[in-house]
């Protein structure tokens, strides 16, 4: 299966969709016959001088840069929805490598189920911190997102900005710098740390004192086990209502989600005594599989991880039964 066919997999392209910055690469075009809505922070005649400016951008890319129809941030996207009087009527939601930016994500998902109509779906692409530059630093965790929620934040905070520098990383391959690594079969030796601990920590003082204008990070980091314990996790505390369809295995550098908001208006309750025993096989997979533990237990049957979300077994239908209202 290709990688956009993953990122399409339960998506229903006979409705109206959105698709979340998808800069010069789009996933789904207008001029095929789709009916998608584009976000971004930034409107057309930005992107596309943005991509002028950009040597590694051909020219000829430039003009795949679709109009953007919703202007603003993404962790608002409920309001943009809103604003556009289509709350409620979207069929799908695809983001690609735009998650992990987001300085609000519970705010973002919160709004991406309001904008979904019921049954609708969100997928999105996301990097295994793993497998790319943030291979040294540590997942996130549900604190972090409960913080960035309730204060709302607005851009990523100075800590997510010194993390992402005392803590990243590059890649080298033969010599070149690379995005990042396949997890299946690349060494993670390759991972060198940036050398730049000072500087990271002056400018923090700097952006403790005065936060100055938006500078994009990683906000979130996370792998397939991490980031469904962040998400059953907020549901159990009623701040998202998603149904987990499938959460896949990484393939390459990234993995791949897919949210849905149920059809059903009550949401069906799940026992205390079945949340904790996923809780429980979550937090041993994450505690198992950080850093480099995936590279060393490349063998299936050495790698402990719990089954996750498979659309087509009993044990999914159960999981995906848990529904909580939002606040």
Same mark, same amino acid.
């Given at each position: 299966?290709?990688?956009?066919?993953?990122?399409?997999?339960?998506?229903?392209?006979?409705?109206?969709?959105?698709?979340?910055? &998808?800069?010069?690469?789009?996933?789904?075009?207008? /001029?095929?016959?789709?009916?998608?809505? +584009?976000?971004?922070?930034?409107?057309?005649?930005?992107?596309?001088?943005?991509?002028?400016?950009?040597?590694? +951008?051909?020219?000829?890319?430039? %003009?795949?840069?679709?109009?953007?129809?919703?202007?603003?941030?993404?962790?608002?996207?409920?309001?943009?929805?809103?604003?556009?009087?289509?709350?409620?009527?979207?069929?799908?939601? +695809? /983001?690609?490598?735009?998650?992990?930016?987001?300085?609000?994500?519970?705010?973002? %998902?919160?709004?991406?189920?309001?904008?979904?109509?019921?049954?609708?779906?969100?997928?999105?692409?996301?990097?295994?911190?793993?497998?790319?530059?943030?291979?040294?630093?540590?997942?996130?965790?549900?604190?972090?997102?409960?913080?960035?929620?309730?204060?709302?934040?607005? =851009?990523?905070?100075?800590?997510?900005?010194?993390?992402?520098?005392?803590?990243? /990383?590059?890649?080298?391959? =033969?010599?070149?710098? =690379?995005?990042?690594?396949?997890?299946?079969?690349?060494?993670?030796?390759?991972?060198?740390?940036?050398?730049?601990?000072?500087?990271? !920590?002056?400018?923090?003082?700097?952006?403790?004192?005065?936060?100055?204008?938006?500078?994009?990070?990683?906000?979130?980091?996370?792998?397939?086990?991490?980031?469904?314990?962040?998400?059953?996790?907020?549901?159990?505390?009623?701040?998202?209502?998603?149904? +987990?369809?499938?959460?896949?295995?990484?393939?390459?550098?990234?993995?791949?989600?897919?949210?849905?908001?149920?059809?059903?208006?009550?949401?069906?309750?799940?026992?205390?005594?079945?949340?904790?025993?996923?809780?429980?096989? %979550?937090?041993?997979?994450?505690?198992?599989?950080?850093?480099?533990? &995936? !590279?060393?237990?490349?063998?299936?049957?050495?790698?402990?991880?719990?089954?996750?979300?498979?659309?087509?077994?009993?044990?999914?239908?159960?999981?995906? /039964?848990?529904?909580?209202?939002?606040?």
């Amino acid at each position: 299966m290709s990688r956009t066919d993953q990122i399409l997999k339960y998506a229903d392209l006979s409705q109206k969709g959105i698709e979340v910055a &998808p800069y010069f690469n789009p996933t789904l075009r207008k /001029s095929a016959g789709h009916d998608i809505l +584009i976000l971004d922070v930034f409107d057309t005649d930005r992107l596309r001088r943005n991509a002028a400016r950009d040597a590694l +951008i051909p020219d000829a890319r430039i %003009l795949e840069i679709e109009e953007v129809d919703l202007v603003g941030d993404a962790s608002k996207i409920g309001e943009l929805v809103q604003g556009a009087d289509v709350d409620g009527q979207i069929g799908f939601i +695809i /983001s690609s490598h735009n998650f992990e930016h987001l300085p609000n994500p519970v705010l973002f %998902l919160q709004g991406a189920y309001a904008a979904l109509k019921p049954g609708g779906v969100l997928s999105m692409a996301v990097p295994d911190c793993r497998a790319c530059f943030d291979f040294f630093r540590m997942p996130t965790r549900l604190a972090d997102w409960l913080a960035a929620f309730h204060e709302n934040r607005q =851009q990523p905070s100075a800590e997510a900005l010194f993390d992402g520098k005392a803590m990243g /990383s590059v890649y080298m391959a =033969q010599g070149n710098v =690379q995005p990042g690594c396949n997890i299946a079969t690349d060494d993670p030796a390759g991972f060198l740390p940036h050398q730049v601990l000072n500087a990271a !920590y002056d400018t923090y003082l700097r952006d403790k004192k005065e936060p100055g204008e938006y500078r994009d990070a990683h906000c979130s980091v996370f792998f397939p086990e991490s980031l469904e314990l962040l998400l059953i996790d907020l549901r159990k505390l009623g701040l998202i209502g998603f149904d +987990i369809v499938e959460i896949s295995e990484t393939a390459g550098l990234e993995f791949y989600v897919h949210l849905r908001k149920p059809d059903a208006a009550t949401p069906v309750p799940e026992s205390d005594a079945a949340f904790y025993e996923r809780r429980q096989e %979550l937090l041993r997979s994450v505690t198992e599989n950080l850093g480099a533990a &995936p !590279y060393r237990n490349r063998s299936a049957d050495k790698r402990k991880q719990p089954k996750r979300p498979s659309p087509n077994t009993e044990t999914a239908k159960r999981r995906r /039964s848990w529904v909580f209202w939002k606040n």
